[in-house]
Nanobody, 113 residues
Framework: QVELVESGGGLVQPGGSLRLSCTYS????????IGWYRQAPGKQRDMVAV???????DYGDSVKGRFTISRDNAKNTVYLQMNSLKPEDTAVYYC???????WGQGTQVTVSS
């Protein structure tokens, strides 16, 4: 059974950086497409970034140029490097296995001075 576990969230000042990690337990990581989504209080869950098995990527408009998604197949891990963080980036960030109902438990990111 596939499980996704996020880590790396926390409190950061505006303009700062954080790197989130999503570790995948399962034997099919290298052929899987993984996405990062986020949900702020009272708002819907939105796509932040996705990475396909071949390494191609896509980003939500609000994070283009600031966030970078990458994967390390040897470590079964997907990363989300977040730079130039803004208060509006504050949310719970979730890892998701595309095409399934498998989500991680989420990690809180708070951007505040």
């Amino acid at each position: 059974q596939v499980e996704l576990v996020e880590s790396g969230g926390g409190l950061v000042q505006p303009g700062g950086s954080l790197r989130l990690s999503c570790t995948y337990s399962g034997s099919t990581f290298s052929t899987s497409a993984i996405g990062w989504y986020r949900q702020a209080p009272g708002k819907q869950r939105d796509m932040v970034a996705v990475i396909l098995r071949g390494g191609s990527t896509d980003y939500g408009d609000s994070v283009k140029g600031r966030f970078t998604i990458s994967r390390d197949n040897a470590k079964n891990t997907v990363y989300l490097q977040m730079n130039s963080l803004k208060p509006e980036d504050t949310a719970v960030y979730y890892c998701y296995l595309l095409g399934s109902n498998v989500w991680g438990q989420g990690t809180q990111v708070t951007v505040s001075s």
